[in-house]
């Protein structure tokens, strides 16, 4: 039954990922999905590194980058004839060269976890985002490189010249990857390295050497870090020395920790809300940063566990058929955090626009008076109020529903 049920997932998620098109089909959309399929894979490898293994790393878009750079070369050489190559095979050519570096890196990076193995990893991303503006011939310098990815020959017919092409093959690339890291996680390496994780002398004692431990959950994650970067070769067809540097290591680690370490679908979610933040929320406002910042430290705060592991918190009332005693107190709490939330990003872009008269979802505000900036701060006020009347009430249908969980588990044991 578990079986079924399990397969019935990945069903799922395939017929999902297959099926999105036909809802989206605008140009703008299929951009979209093709950055959510590289964003998913990249964070998933992070995850093996964090949230499976406990290496904190701020270099992993060195394996990412090493993987795109690769991957255009690639394509280079099959546009010039040099190589004759399907194009569908250039994430697997990224993966190889993502798993050449993380295994010399490796083998001196992996000796220690925490903050050694923190900043050895900060060193090396550094020092590749330095080299790639010195090593030219190979990197590109500030420009990067670029290539074309219709040279290669057809697939089935298929030239390669519709971004929609490339979305279904990123698909199929992130299926594959998405699979063999969940059975990752399955193999006595990948609970070997939760077991490192969580106390590595316990499995030292036990006959277990943690930095090989390390040292293989640290290869199959820049394995997988270069499949990403080959979709982003692809689907781009260029890359530069900003591909490497440590804003993308910091985009993967916001990514993973918002989405949820330690939980496999964890990475999935986070790859999901940062890039529609990146590429919807940026098309709105100038300050998408500010809020990106302001969510990963109230998820920091408040949901350390991120998104998947709040889900995850309903998992037994649900199983119990107990969920619905939270509906209407998260009702009662969300509309007013909804407004807050609404409200002082209003209060935000009105003090930050420079225009006379600025418009707010469907509403024209004066910025130049101070009436508009007072009834925005009433109703910040009027929702914090509201909350904070209701949280009570959320708080006792929480409590209540955990304590029938628990008696409910306690008759099923006994």
């Known amino acids: 039954m578990a079986v079924i049920k399990k397969s019935t997932v990945w069903i799922c998620y395939l017929l999902g990922l297959l099926a999105l098109p036909q809802f989206f089909d605008s140009v703008l959309a299929i951009s979209i999905f093709n950055q959510m399929a590289i964003a998913i894979v990249f964070a998933l490898s992070y995850n093996m590194l964090l949230g499976q293994g406990g290496m904190l790393s701020f270099g992993h878009a060195v394996y990412f980058g090493l993987g795109g750079f690769l991957a255009v070369h690639t394509l280079v ?117 939760n077991a490192v994780r969580d106390n590595p002398e316990r499995a030292e004692f036990i006959g277990y050497s943690a930095r090989r431990v390390r040292y293989i959950t640290f290869c199959a994650a820049g394995f997988f870090a270069g499949i990403a970067g080959g979709l982003f070769a692809l689907n781009y067809e260029f890359i530069t020395e900003e591909n490497l540097n440590a804003a993308t290591s910091g985009r993967v680690l916001l990514s993973a920790y918002i989405g949820g370490l330690g939980y496999f679908i964890g990475p999935i979610i986070g790859a999901v809300v940062l890039t529609l933040m990146n590429s919807l929320l940026s098309n709105y406002s100038d300050l998408w940063m500010l809020y990106l910042g302001i969510m990963f430290l109230l998820t920091v705060l408040f949901l350390p566990r991120g998104f998947a592991g709040f889900i995850m918190m ?26 807050f939330v609404i409200a002082s990003v209003g209060l935000i872009e009105l003090s930050h626009t420079d225009e006379a008269e600025f418009s707010y979802l469907g509403l024209n505000f004066d910025s130049t008076t101070a009436i508009d900036f007072i009834l925005i701060s009433i109703a910040i006020l009027g929702a914090l109020f509201c909350i904070r009347k209701s949280l009570p009430q959320l708080r006792a249908a929480w409590e209540s529903a955990n304590e029938i969980t628990e008696d409910l588990e306690k008759e099923g044991r006994s």
């Open 77 to 193: 050489m099959i546009e010039f004839e040099t190589l004759y190559f399907s194009i569908i095979w250039i994430p697997i050519v990224g993966g190889f060269i993502g798993l050449l570096a993380a295994l010399f890196i490796g083998t001196f990076s992996t000796h220690k976890a925490g903050t050694v193995f923190a900043m050895i990893s900060l060193g090396i991303g550094e020092l590749l985002a330095a080299s790639s503006l010195i090593f030219v011939s190979f990197f590109g310098g500030e420009a990067g490189i670029s290539g074309d990815r219709t040279f290669g020959p057809p697939f089935f017919g298929i030239e390669w010249f519709q971004n929609l092409e490339i979305y279904y093959l990123a698909v199929a690339w992130v299926f594959i990857a998405t699979l063999f890291m969940y059975l990752f996680t399955l193999t006595p390496a990948g609970k070997m390295a």
């Open 314 to 339: 309903h998992q037994a009332a649900w199983a119990h058929g107990k969920i619905k005693c939270l509906i209407v107190p998260y009702l009662l709490t969300g509309f007013p955090s909804l407004i």
